[in-house]
């Protein structure tokens, strides 16, 4: 029988156009009759779990529904230390008024003094692990690494006094940066300078409804695109606020997730 247990270490390190990423740890532990028991790994082991008295004294002791609940308890109870002893403090994002709700995040700020700009994400399944990582989590090394970042889309609205709404989203995109050296190579053309791809564009009067025409990033005109790309970073949405939103957004993801494991080692713990 075998089981993964993967160890999220919150080590930032540089990638491509700048973003941090979280270094994710995995530890592959074998647990059978087989010859691999002797391996030692870096977490405890389900045999181990299983025997863990929780804190407190035997008259309050936690009395679990089923024998996985108590093997759950301590796994969680374990995963919650090792998440906040790597857990790192949410940066700032200057200019911005932040508004937190669980997996959704809205920013806000006045452009101007007069342009309303909006910008809201979800963290919900905006992980990702670079493709040379993909084959991490198959390893049979004990210590195997493979970074991830949170690189939500973004949705971002532009309101001028008295007028409609633009409504712009956005994905980030590998984060191939141009440089001198790129741009007389061979491969320049396959290499872009923008962090960010316009996926949809909208105009309507508050509301993004199925019924308000879209028009797709992917048939857009050229000319129109980039020129869309130019308003963004007139009004500071560019390469620097992107690598700042992604360093906020892998942070603030983490911690909804230290937060998911404990919400869920209290709905074991439950008598």
Do not use: C
């Amino acid at each position: 029988m075998f089981s993964k247990i993967a160890v999220r270490n919150l080590t930032y390190v540089n990638h491509g156009f700048g973003i941090s990423r979280i270094s994710r740890s995995i530890s592959s532990i074998k647990s059978s009759n087989s010859s691999l028991n002797h391996l030692q790994p870096v977490v405890k082991s389900s045999s181990l779990i299983s025997n863990l008295t929780l804190r407190g004294t035997s008259s309050n002791a936690v009395k679990f529904h089923s024998e996985s609940d108590k093997e759950m308890s301590g796994f969680l109870e374990e995963e919650i230390k090792l998440e906040k002893e790597q857990q790192k403090s949410v940066p700032a994002l200057s200019g911005y008024n932040i508004e937190k709700n669980g997996a959704e995040v809205t920013l806000s700020k006045k452009h101007n003094g007069e342009e309303d700009i909006v910008i809201k994400f979800n963290v919900n399944k905006s992980q990702e692990v670079p493709a040379n990582d993909d084959e991490a989590e198959f390893s049979d090394d004990l210590s195997e690494n493979f970074n991830i970042a949170s690189v939500p889309i973004i949705t971002v609205d532009v309101r001028k006094p008295g007028s409609r709404m633009l409504s712009i989203t956005a994905t980030f995109n590998d984060g191939t940066m141009k440089s001198d050296t790129a741009e007389g190579s061979e491969d320049g053309d396959d290499v872009v300078d923008d962090v960010f791809d316009i996926e949809e564009v909208a105009i309507h009067d508050g509301e993004w409804k199925e019924s308000t025409y879209t028009l797709t990033g992917d048939i857009m005109d050229n000319t129109m695109y980039e020129l869309i790309i130019g308003m963004l970073k007139e009004r500071n949405i560019d390469r620097e606020f992107m690598q700042q939103l992604q360093q906020f957004s892998t942070a603030y993801e983490h911690r909804q997730y230290v937060g998911f494991l404990q919400e869920f080692k209290r709905f074991i713990d439950h008598q």
